[in-house]
């Protein structure tokens, strides 16, 4: 039985990480989302950044919930390095189908 947890050791909390990823790691953009890839040596690490001017906290938890699940569901798929996601402008619609679309495109 494979893992399906999401625990708070693979996800990005510092401030440090992120701008370590963010300034070092890879970019590649889409139509909302941008992901910036680092190796590393822990495991996969996964953040996200979703600001004020894509809508209110609602609209942004909501975002970040959908990231979490393609991530949780995939993690396997990204064995050594960090992940950061920023959204880059808002979405009409949220729901899983169009952010794993997304991703898909940019993995």
Known sequence: MKDES???SIRIRKKEEFEEVLKKGGKIEGNFLALYRFP???GP???FLVGRK???AVK????KRVLREFFRKNKERFSSEKIVVLCKKPM?????NIIEKELESLI
Request: positive net charge; aromatic residues 14%.
């Open 6 to 8: 999401f625990p708070k």
């Open 40 to 42: 590393c040596l822990d």
């Open 45 to 47: 690490k996964f953040g």
């Open 54 to 56: 894509i809508g209110k």
């Open 60 to 63: 942004r938890n909501r975002i």
């Open 92 to 96: 009409d619609e949220i729901n899983y």
